[in-house]
Structures are given as C-alpha cells and as structure tokens.
C-alpha cells in the first residue's frame, strides 16, 4: 500500500504562480496529477515515470512543471500564470507497476491504483 499526502494547494490572483506536492509513503514508478472542479469530468494535468520521463495537457502546457525526488518520494507541480480555469482540487496518482507506461495509465487512469486526497487550488481574477 502507498499513502499519499498533497499539500500546497491555497488561493491566488490569475497570472500568479502555485506549487503543490505530493508525498508518497513508499517507492512508486509513475506518478500523476488529475484536477477536478465541480460540474466538469476529471483530467489528468501531468504525468511523470520514476526516470523523469515527463508528459503535460496541452491546456498547461508551458505552464505547468511536473518533477519528483525520488529521496524524498515527492511530486511536485509547480503551476505558472494561473487563471481561474485551472481552479480545482488537485490529486496526486501513482502506480508501483513498473510494466505500466505513462500512456497506458493517463487512458485507464484507475490502473494507477494509489490516490490521494486532494488539494484545492483556487484562482480568482
């Protein structure tokens, strides 16, 4: 079993910058993060494999950096220009199935198996 903890989530002004993290109680191959805000379906923001191999959405693309230290088993996501479109509660995903590549996870996002609680990241304009 892994646990994962967010933490970093809060309120800011459109244009600011945000960093959430996620720490995980054990080792993990592929980590993600998902978002969600009321009224819209879950998508997944960024992914990332334990080697740093990384993908973003094409909606935060250039805006967003996903990175993790394997020391410390954290994610992080580190969100830049922030507009009131990318308000949601933010959770943090990971899988210990090193046979699973990044895409195959981000179609069937349940076969990340772990998932955190969330943080919410909220932007006014």
């Known amino acids: 079993q892994v646990q994962l903890v967010e933490s970093g989530g809060g309120s800011v002004q459109s244009g600011e910058s945000l960093k959430v993290s996620c720490t995980a109680s054990?080792?993990?191959?592929?980590m993600a993060w998902f978002r969600q805000s009321p009224g819209k379906e879950r998508e997944w923001v960024a992914a990332?494999?334990?080697?740093?191999?990384?993908t973003l959405a094409d909606s935060v693309e250039g805006r967003f950096i996903i990175s993790r230290d394997n020391g410390k088993n954290t994610l992080y996501l580190q969100m830049h220009s922030l507009s009131p479109e990318d308000t949601a509660t933010y959770s943090c995903?990971?899988?210990?199935?090193?046979?699973?590549?990044?895409?195959?996870?981000?179609?069937?996002?349940?076969?990340?198996?772990?998932w955190g609680q969330g943080t919410q990241v909220t932007v006014s304009s």
């Open positions: 990332i494999t334990r080697f740093s191999t990384a």
């Open positions: 054990g080792l993990t191959w592929c």
């Open positions: 995903v990971a899988t210990r199935n090193w046979r699973l590549t990044l895409a195959q996870a981000l179609r069937e996002p349940h076969r990340f198996g772990y």
